[in-house]
C-alpha cells in the first residue's frame, strides 16, 4: 500500500524553546521572563524554559512576611544580599549560586492544563531530575516543592495570569546553604533544606543536571525540546 497522501491522525509534538543565560542578577532574570511572557502571550513565541542562576538574593511571594525574614538589614547589607516582593505564589526563599532556577513559560490553555496539574508535573520533574542522581525525592501533601524526607531540595512557586505562566522553581544543586540561615525558608519552620551535593556527597555539573531536567521535562510536558527561543 502506498503512503503517498497519507497524513498521521496524531498531532506533531508541540515545541518548548530551552534557554541557558548563566548566572544573573535577579532584576536582569526577570527582565528576561517578562520579555519572554509578553512574546508567548502575543503568538510570536512557542512555550519556553528559562534557566538560570542568580546572583544572592531573596524574595518574597504573595504570602511572604517579614516574620520569616531572620537576618537584620544591616546583615544583608553586609552580604550583598537585596530582598525583592514579587507576584509569584508562596512565601520566602533564597536564590544563589549553585542553584537552578527554571522559569517556564508556558500557555495552559493550549496544554490542556489547571494550574493544579502543571505545578504537579512541575513536581515531578524535578522528582526525575534528582532521581538521575540516586535521590529519592518526593512530593508532600499539602506542602508544593520537592521533598527528601522533612528537607526540601527544590522550591516551586509560580504565578499564572491569563492563562500563561511565569516564575517557576528553584532546585538546590551546590547551592550555599547557609544562605537559607537568612530566612524561614517558605515560611516552613519543622523543615530543612538540601541539595543534589548534600545528598549525593558531591557536586554535579550543572550543564548534566540541566540535561537531566530538560529531558524530564520534555517528557512530563509532552514537548520537544529545543535551544532556540527566538520570536518572531
Given amino acids: ?45 512557542p512555550d519556553t524554559l528559562l534557566l538560570l542562576e542568580h546572583d544572592p538574593v531573596i524574595t518574597m511571594g504573595r504570602r511572604g512576611g517579614s516574620a520569616n525574614l531572620v537576618a537584620t538589614p544591616e546583615a544583608l547589607v553586609a552580604r550583598g544580599i537585596e530582598v525583592h516582593h514579587v507576584g509569584r505564589g508562596g512565601d520566602i526563599t533564597y536564590h544563589g549560586p549553585g542553584q537552578l532556577v527554571g522559569y517556564p513559560v508556558v500557555g495552559l490553555r493550549a496544554a490542556g492544563l489547571g494550574a493544579r496539574r502543571y505545578v504537579e508535573r512541575l513536581e515531578e520533574v524535578l522528582v526525575r531530575t534528582v532521581a538521575a542522581y540516586g535521590i529519592r525525592a518526593a512530593r508532600r501533601e499539602g506542602r508544593t516543592g520537592v521533598w527528601v524526607g522533612t528537607e526540601k531540595i527544590a522550591a516551586i512557586g509560580v504565578q499564572i495570569s491569563r492563562g500563561f505562566t511565569s516564575h517557576g522553581f528553584a532546585l538546590n544543586v551546590s547551592t550555599d546553604l547557609s544562605g537559607f540561615d537568612l530566612i524561614v525558608p517558605c515560611g516552613i519552620r519543622d523543615g530543612g533544606v538540601t541539595s543534589i551535593a548534600a545528598q549525593a556527597g558531591e557536586a554535579p555539573q550543572m550543564e548534566d543536571v540541566i540535561a537531566h531536567l530538560v529531558e524530564a521535562f520534555g517528557e512530563i510536558y509532552e514537548r520537544r525540546m529545543t535551544w532556540d527561543v527566538a520570536t518572531t
Fill in 1 to 45: 500500500m502506498s503512503l503517498q497522501g497519507f497524513t498521521s491522525a496524531r498531532p506533531p509534538e508541540p515545541i518548548c524553546a530551552v534557554s541557558w543565560s548563566g548566572r544573573v542578577p535577579y532584576d536582569e532574570g526577570m527582565s528576561l521572563m517578562h520579555d519572554q511572557l509578553d512574546a508567548r502571550r502575543a503568538g510570536r513565541a
